[in-house]
């Protein structure tokens, strides 16, 4: 049995459900099938009960998991050892996360890196709501690496992969009135305050002249800066204010008084990895190359 197949099996054995097999191993459903279906052919008798609704081992498909299971496992802890301690990645890597949401999105691959690099010690850590870059550029930072919303021009930042893409939601109070819209648009920004973190966005974020306007032309007007997520979320439920956000707010940041609308024809946001250029290390290079999609 080739590698790449018996962890397949594996973790199909484990999820029961081809899609999200295929999805933690980053490859296609098809890929997923042809697998199963070669191994299948070479033992002679199915693995899986598989219907449009449900996915079972059979009796042989247990026998085989207990068997390979815990020598694959073996297999996989010393070979990843043997690439920490072949390239050095030992020791810690702290990566900060300006929305600490991220993490849990990105749990799959977080994981991944941990069980190809054990000897290094990943630390996940949320930055400064007001100033993500802080911890990164400080003379003793307290983060090796940074997920934040790209774009990104710093100087001396280099710009790593794209690690998440998310479309847009505006964040209202219950009681606004826009809150019993299905969608938005930008215009509607133009509607009322529109709040936002303490720190001045950056100038490649808001191209001059200011101030802000819709594609339409209106003039949006920005509220007073805040220094947290939760004075934020706050202001938006006590009616001061309206918020763009990235999607997965409605999901972690749920409030009894604000409603998530989504937008209608408005770019997705992306979420990158970066980090200072002169602090590069094999840990983060390592990390960027796990962890890229």
């Known amino acids: 049995m080739e590698g790449r197949d018996a962890e397949i099996f594996l973790m199909l054995a484990e999820e029961l459900h081809f899609g999200r097999t295929a999805e933690?191993?980053?490859?296609?459903q098809a890929r997923v099938s042809q697998s199963i279906k070669k191994l299948?052919?070479?033992?002679?008798?199915?693995?899986?009960?598989r219907t449009?609704?449900?996915?079972?081992?059979?009796?042989?498909?247990?026998?085989?998991y207990r068997d390979i299971a815990p020598a694959y496992r073996q297999i996989e802890?010393?070979?990843?050892?043997?690439?920490?301690?072949g390239r050095g990645i030992r020791g810690v890597l702290r990566v900060g996360c300006e929305a600490p949401a991220i993490a849990e999105l990105l749990a799959e691959p977080l994981d991944v890196?941990?069980?190809?690099?054990?000897?290094?010690?990943?630390?996940?850590?949320?930055?400064?709501?007001?100033?993500?870059?802080?911890?990164?550029?400080?003379t003793e930072p307290e983060v090796d690496a940074l997920?934040?919303?790209?774009?990104?021009?710093?100087?001396?930042i280099t710009i790593g992969p794209v690690l998440l893409t998310e479309p847009m939601v505006l964040a209202v109070s219950g009681r606004h009135r826009l809150a019993g819209r299905d969608s938005v648009t930008l215009e509607d920004l133009?509607?009322?305050?529109?709040?936002?973190?303490?720190?001045p966005p950056p100038p490649y974020w808001v191209p001059p002249p200011l101030p802000w306007h819709t594609p339409g032309g209106a003039e949006v007007r920005r509220g007073q800066p805040v220094d947290t997520f939760q004075e934020l979320m706050l202001m938006v439920s006590a009616g001061r204010g309206i918020c763009p956000l990235a999607?997965?707010?409605?999901?972690?940041?749920?409030?009894?008084?604000?409603v998530y609308l989504p937008f209608r024809e408005t770019p997705s946001v992306d979420w990158g990895l970066v980090w200072v250029s002169s602090a590069e290390t094999e840990r983060i290079r390592a990390f960027a190359d796990t962890v890229r999609p």
């Open 40 to 49: 299948e052919r070479r033992i002679g008798a199915p693995l899986f009960e």
């Open 52 to 64: 449009s609704r449900h996915v079972a081992l059979t009796a042989i498909g247990r026998q085989l």
């Open 247 to 258: 999607a997965h707010a409605e999901r972690y940041f749920a409030r009894p008084n604000v």
């Open 24 to 28: 933690r191993l980053f490859v296609s």
């Open 113 to 138: 890196f941990r069980r190809r690099y054990p000897e290094c010690q990943l630390q996940i850590r949320e930055v400064d709501f007001s100033d993500p870059f802080r911890m990164l550029r400080d």
């Open 190 to 199: 133009a509607s009322d305050t529109v709040l936002r973190a303490a720190h």
């Open 147 to 156: 997920i934040t919303l790209l774009p990104v021009d710093e100087p001396e």
């Open 77 to 85: 802890r010393g070979l990843a050892r043997a690439i920490s301690a």
